[in-house]
């Protein structure tokens, strides 16, 4: 079997003098995702310019039998991109960034890995076409990631998940063979279809090298308002209405607490005050479509006045211009940044059916407050897919090792809820590390089972992300 050092001297020759890391200045930076999981020993970062230099490293780790770890942005919050199987090689999309082809006829694009979604998403906006997918992360994920993980986001409620973004992927095997099924049908039934293998397996099956993705007419108008309620039952209850109302057009609806706007206004002083009056709850709801016969903007407006003489809405505010957009959407994003910074906060991925939104709130409020008294729930997302994020701050003034000792037991509360409700632990950040506990609450036997039989058919030695979703073996 061919040794470390030559394994690493192979990859230097294959990967040319930028293409291989392995000091520990260099090498420090990816060693862990948003998660901030650490791991096992990172022997050297790969970071190959094409297809062939993936299958390349593949083949040569699979010779000095080296684990390989994938990478993306790193952006993952499941400890996905953390190395955990002793000394293993880290290999990142960072240098595959070219856009193969962009077709505003067929309205599909060819991208490679590495292409960040935000540069994928103004490619589009270029030949006056969209893609489905946004998230917070678009800024530096990574097109390999999103897919890998199934990442979902603002709009799922009208494009849906990653994976239905995708007509045909580029995919690099275990064994270094390359899979090339990118073509942009949209009808072919001939055989199995192999993408949807790949897509959220996070890596353990197949290594993303390229994908063919949807593209979607440009918005030609688009309504935005952020609305302050009292209540959850009012929340639901508008959600109703204006879905009922904007049908397909419905675009976002998400939900913001007030304990969470008060915190994002501490943190950034440039925030603006949204409401006159305070509300327990905002939601801020986004509309768009690609017909020039559809006011949106009357329509939000008819929706809000309703739901006012309903009693369901409080206050208001409608978005005049793109930047009172860009502000809407900035306090909405800024939750996230709040809580990824706090070092007492526990972030949680939950999701139940639509209308459990309401019993999913109270139970695990109440059983939080069990778990950890005065601590401070934080619920906040996805009202259209019932992807609701119910992150945990510690109580005022508790230090972060103190915090750590309830974190498990918080979680426990939290995952019990959403499964008594039929819900999931892990609504669009994927397993990766931290959740293959939940995975064997969340899935039968049968189900596993055929998870771990679809791995070893394509993955036998464990090479590729060895100890994520569910343990090899």
Request: charged content about 20%.
């Amino acid at each position: 079997m061919m040794s470390g050092s030559d394994l690493l001297g192979r990859l230097a020759q294959c990967l040319g003098p930028t293409g291989l890391l392995t000091t520990e200045a260099d090498m420090a930076g990816y060693s862990h995702d948003l998660s901030n999981t650490r791991g096992g020993r990172v022997v050297g970062v790969a970071r190959p310019a094409s297809a062939s230099q993936v299958a390349d490293i593949v083949r040569l780790c699979g010779q000095a039998g080296v684990p390989i770890t994938p990478r993306g942005g790193g952006t993952g919050m499941s400890g996905g991109a953390t190395p955990v199987a002793g000394a293993s090689l880290v290999l990142c999309f960072e240098r595959m960034r070219t856009i193969r082809a962009i077709d505003p006829v067929g309205n599909h694009m060819v991208v490679e890995a590495g292409v960040t979604l935000y540069a994928a998403q103004q490619a589009a906006i270029q030949v006056q076409r969209q893609l489905g997918l946004d998230h917070g992360g678009a800024g530096s994920s990574q097109i390999g990631g999103n897919l890998s993980t199934n990442a979902g986001g603002n709009n799922v409620i009208r494009y849906g998940m990653a994976r239905d973004q995708v007509l045909g992927l580029e995919v690099v095997l275990a064994d270094g063979r390359l899979l090339e099924f990118l073509s942009p049908l949209r009808k072919n039934n001939a055989g199995y279809d192999l993408k949807g293998i790949f897509l959220g397996s996070e890596g353990t099956l197949g290594l993303i090298t390229a994908a063919t993705l949807r593209l979607r007419p440009a918005a030609h108008s688009r309504a935005t308002m952020l609305v302050g309620l009292q209540d959850i039952g009012a929340v639901m209850s508008f959600f109703e209405r204006t879905q009922a109302a904007l049908g397909d057009s419905l675009t976002a609806m998400e939900l913001v607490p007030r304990a969470a706007v008060e915190l994002v206004m501490q943190r950034f002083p440039d925030t603006r005050e949204p409401f006159a009056e305070s509300c327990t709850w905002a939601l801020l709801v986004e509309a768009e479509s690609a017909s020039h016969f559809f006011d949106l903007d009357a329509a939000m407006q008819e929706i809000f006045a309703h739901a006012q003489q309903a009693g369901e809405v409080v206050d208001g505010n409608f978005a005049t211009s793109q930047a009172q957009r860009a502000a809407f959407w900035t306090l909405r994003e800024r939750i996230a940044h709040v809580m990824i910074e706090s070092p007492i906060c526990l972030k949680m991925d939950t999701a139940v059916p639509i209308a459990r939104i309401p019993e999913f709130l109270e139970h695990a409020t109440r059983a939080t407050a069990l778990a950890l008294p005065g601590c401070r729930p934080m619920p906040f997302g996805h009202v259209g897919d019932g992807n609701i994020h119910f992150n945990i701050l510690g109580p005022e003034g508790m230090d972060a090792n103190a915090f750590d000792t309830h974190r498990d037991a918080l979680a426990r509360a939290v995952e019990d809820c959403a499964t008594a409700l039929d819900g999931t632990v892990s609504a669009e950040h994927g397993i990766g590390l931290l959740k293959k506990h939940a995975l064997v609450r969340m899935r039968s036997d049968a189900e596993r089972s055929v998870m771990a039989r679809i791995r070893s058919a394509l993955d036998p030695s464990g090479l590729l992300n060895p100890g994520k979703v569910f343990d090899n073996g």
